[in-house]
């Protein structure tokens, strides 16, 4: 054969991010509902923090009307002009009535950025693995579910506040929780962007994570680094300043108990 009749075979380009579907999806949304917010009027954007952040006190009222009293007082405690800004606040509020969809859509909310890479990234790593095992609805599921335990988780600590909570972490804590029942496995490079057989094997219990050193001190850290965090108010979680840290552990919590009614290898081998 003719050395310029010889066509060399190529071989196909890895994509430079291989992760699943449900997860660039729910990327992709974080970022067009930030962009959006933006580019709309500073007026339509505050309705929108309004109406679709979690408010606590919001849920308190519909919960527990017999509290209003309290929400109001709450908001009036800081004093001077701040706290009168939050009691007329606080008075629109108990007037628009309950938000329900809010316990949901809080995590589609982001107050930087930084706030919005930071999720981002954490969906992108410890959200991959688990979109693989699970596949793309009960993926969803789940971070549905540990968005809205994690908002009840911070509101049972937040009953009278007025303050929106907004972001992603509570329910990406939960999706961090599930992939800590298996990507400490051996021999399972989570962190890659291919399948691994190991994802697909069964999970670890959770006695057999309280026995796994590198299982506990990833939720040992995970936890101390949260509270230590919260603690400090950085300025990661919460439109006005701080981290959600409630938020986090209720989410991360709700992903642990979540894992095994979800796990479809799991229940196919009980």
Known sequence: MPLNSFTPIRSPREPMV????????VIGLLVIVHVARLVLDPEVDFRILVDFSFIPARLTAALMPAKIDAILAHASSVGGEAGQQRLFFAQLLVEDGAR?????????????????IFNALRLLAFGSPVARRFG??????????????GAFAYWLVHLYDVMPMIGASGAISGVMAAASRFVFQPNLPWMAHQPTSAEYAPAQSLREILRDRRAMSFIGVWFGVNIVFGLAAMPLGLAEGGIAWE???????????????LDPIGRKRR
Do not use: K, Q
């Open 136 to 149: 793309s609805v009960r993926f969803l599921v789940l971070l549905a579910l540990c968005a809205v335990i």
């Open 247 to 261: 938020a986090h552990i209720g989410g991360f919590l709700a992903g642990l108990a979540l894992f095994p009614l």
């Open 100 to 116: 329900p969809w809010a316990l949901i859509t809080y995590a589609f909310l982001h107050g930087s950025w930084m706030h919005l």
């Open 18 to 25: 291989n992760a699943p579907i449900a997860v660039v999806a």
